[in-house]
């Protein structure tokens, strides 16, 4: 069992920039073997994508962008924490954003094997023209 928790996000004007942050911590009886952490969004009336995320249970951390987020948006990570910076925003990029722990409840014998994922409870970003 995971706990995620965000922060961040808010009112910006176009062109401006915000901030979001999320990290993860392990329930009583859990642990922690995080092998991928991320930001998905939801826009209204439109499915839940993903945003950009970092992988960091092999041994080089790697990053994935959705295209809309590429020069943009910049992903970091440190311990079990993680920070979505967004500069240049749109209104187009106005919606929820979730944080997605993919965790490996089994423990480091198994980060091979699939994880399970958690996620944050969302947090508004709106983006005003």
């Known amino acids: 069992q995971v706990q995620v928790a965000e922060s961040g996000g808010g009112l910006a004007q176009a062109g401006g920039s915000l901030t979001l942050s999320c990290a993860a911590s392990a329930a009583p009886g859990g642990s922690l073997t995080i092998n991928a952490m991320g930001w998905h969004r939801q826009i209204p009336g439109k499915q839940r994508e993903m945003v950009a995320r970092?992988?960091?249970?092999?041994?080089?951390?790697k990053t994935d962008y959705a295209d809309f987020a590429k020069d943009r948006f910049t992903i970091s990570s440190a311990e079990n924490t993680v920070t979505l910076q967004m500069n240049s925003l749109k209104p187009d990029d106005t919606g929820v954003y979730y944080c997605?722990?993919?965790?490996?409840?089994?423990?480091?014998?198994?980060?091979?094997?699939?994880?399970?994922?958690?996620w944050g409870q969302g947090t508004q970003v709106t983006v005003s023209s």
């Open positions: 997605a722990i993919d965790n490996q409840d089994y423990g480091p014998r198994y980060r091979n094997y699939p994880s399970k994922r958690y």
């Open positions: 970092v992988f960091v249970g092999g041994t080089t951390v």
